[in-house]
């Protein structure tokens, strides 16, 4: 992520809140559900004095199908569900890492961040890409 634009887009499906949906080794939970209200976020961020994760008002966790999306620009993270934009900041930086990616689990693939649902159709582009 650090090397510059990229947007990972996949689709969704759960009741239970909580839950990391695309993480990378060793690096930064980019796309999970928060474990009260189940609403889509972000931990992708820079290490920097005030590191902020991105958190919407948006749910994903009602038994449906949700297209959710995580995009960075070079300068903002944005967060899609359904194709509309639903969270957005501009943290400055992205921290770089070249581990591998995991689906449906946290980034040291702890037990207690495995997804409880479906992903299908996981999309990772080297571009900003607008749902």
């Not at 300068?75 to 930086?93: C, I, K, Q």
């Not at 037990?111 to 409880?116: C, E, L, M, V």
């Amino acid at each position: 992520p650090g090397d510059g634009p990229f947007s990972a887009l996949l689709w969704v499906n759960t009741s239970v809140a909580g839950g990391v949906i695309l993480s990378q080794e060793n690096g930064s939970n980019w796309l999970l559900s928060d474990s009260t209200e189940g609403r889509l976020m972000t931990e992708l961020k820079h290490t920097g004095r005030t590191p902020q994760r991105l958190q919407s008002q948006a749910g994903i966790a009602d038994g449906q199908w949700h297209r959710v999306g995580l995009v960075w620009d070079g300068a903002n993270r944005v967060l899609y569900v359904d194709d509309v934009e639903v969270a957005s900041d501009a943290p400055g930086t992205v921290p770089d890492c070249t581990a591998s990616l995991h689906t449906g689990a946290g980034m040291n693939l702890e037990a207690s961040t495995f997804w409880t649902g479906l992903i299908d159709d996981v999309r990772i582009y080297n571009r900003a890409v607008k749902p």
